[in-house]
């Protein structure tokens, strides 16, 4: 008798050949680099950065979304959102939030560090979230600003990301706004743009060390720590110039000029380069990394406050929020590579495998 196949019956070896190969193609799209970028009117859009493409966008409601930073696995993406006054913590595989974390008013900057993430906020009059004061505002009067002076100082809230809870609230400055670590952890510097500031605190418990005063009416923003950690680059956007200040003494040792509204500021991953975000001029200016020379200047879209280097450090990711998009540019010629739109009053930006930018550093 003859032997006879059923045709459409494929053979074991076929089908679990094509059962590798399909779960091979699923972990190398999970595994795909991203870029997470804050749109205030939009939610957090999700960039897939082999395509340069906006894949999808995670709604997070009408919250004004605009600090985000993410734990150190990338699982879970923190937003701080103004009109809710929380941080919204996603998971990054599905886009859900998962958890909301009470803070205060006006939440803005986020940064996580050792398993802690850190807010600024402004408590206003009805105060800020619940948890023990750290401490007080360092030595230092507000700036020539009477407002500013006027105002309740802000906060930084401290999160531990395993319960999800506001451990404390360290008082600082007026219009606190970029916050950055020392090489080794241990110290936390904030940005005041009320005060004309830079706050100094133990980073673990939020106990005040000293305040740093710059040029009055200068409006600190970003702030970076040297690749060396030598130095920390501050740009002070009303006076369009970036001060260098000594890591250990803390005294100004430069002041750079630089084009209108300077604010989001990094080295590059080499640290041959700092890049500084011009707002107000729709420039992003390079400058060496060890002298502070003027390199080049690289024209941008409007109100352009935060940007990332992509992981494998080839392209600079910039987030424009007048010009609703993130440009995208070489990061070793400057030139433009394409834009990336339908991102509404686009703020922050940070990719996944980390890297370098004016919000996260490592």
């Known amino acids: 008798m003859l032997e006879t196949r059923n045709p459409t019956r494929r053979p074991r070896r076929s089908i679990a050949l094509a059962a590798a190969l399909?779960?091979?193609?699923?972990?190398?799209?999970?595994?795909?680099?991203?870029?997470?970028?804050?749109?205030?009117?939009?939610?957090v859009g999700v960039i897939d950065l082999d395509q340069m493409t906006l894949a999808k966008t995670f709604p997070v409601g009408a919250d004004g979304p605009r600090g985000l930073s993410l734990n150190a696995d990338g699982t879970r993406l923190l937003v701080a959102n103004k009109n809710t006054g929380d941080l919204a913590v996603i998971d990054t595989a599905s886009g859900e939030v998962v958890q909301r974390v009470k803070i205060g008013k006006n939440p803005e900057y986020v940064r996580v560090h050792n398993g802690y993430a850190y807010v600024t906020y402004e408590p206003g009059e009805d105060g800020g979230p619940p948890g023990a004061k750290a401490g007080g505002k360092p030595d230092g009067k507000?700036?020539?600003d009477g407002d500013d002076a006027n105002k309740p100082p802000a906060e930084i809230a401290i999160v531990d990301m395993k319960t999800w809870r506001v451990i404390r609230s360290v008082t600082s400055g007026h219009e606190t706004e970029g916050i950055e670590f020392s090489r080794d952890g241990q110290t936390m510097l904030v940005t005041n743009e009320g005060d004309d500031t830079v706050s100094v605190y133990h980073a673990r418990t939020g106990a005040p060390i000293r305040t740093v005063k710059l040029a009055a009416?200068?409006?600190?923003?970003?702030?970076?720590?040297?690749?060396?950690?030598?130095h920390y680059v501050v740009t002070l956007e009303s006076l369009s110039k970036f001060v260098v200040i000594d890591a250990h003494t803390f005294q100004v040792l430069n002041t750079i000029d630089t084009k209108l509204g300077p604010y989001g500021v990094a080295f590059g991953p080499d640290g041959q380069r700092l890049f500084v975000a011009a707002a107000r001029d729709k420039t992003v200016q390079v400058f060496d990394g060890h002298t502070y020379e003027h390199v080049a200047d690289v024209p941008v879209g409007q109100r352009c406050w935060h940007f990332s280097f992509t992981p494998d450090g080839a392209k600079l990711m910039v987030a424009c929020g007048r010009s609703d998009a993130v440009y995208v540019l070489d990061a070793k010629s400057y030139q433009p590579i394409k834009q990336i739109g339908e991102l509404p009053l686009a703020w922050g930006i940070v990719t996944y495998p980390h890297s370098d930018g004016s919000i996260e550093s490592h």
């Open 142 to 144: 507000p700036g020539a």
């Open 22 to 43: 399909a779960l091979a193609a699923s972990a190398a799209h999970a595994a795909a680099p991203l870029a997470y970028v804050t749109s205030e009117k939009a939610g």
């Open 217 to 230: 009416g200068g409006r600190p923003r970003g702030i970076r720590l040297s690749p060396d950690g030598k």
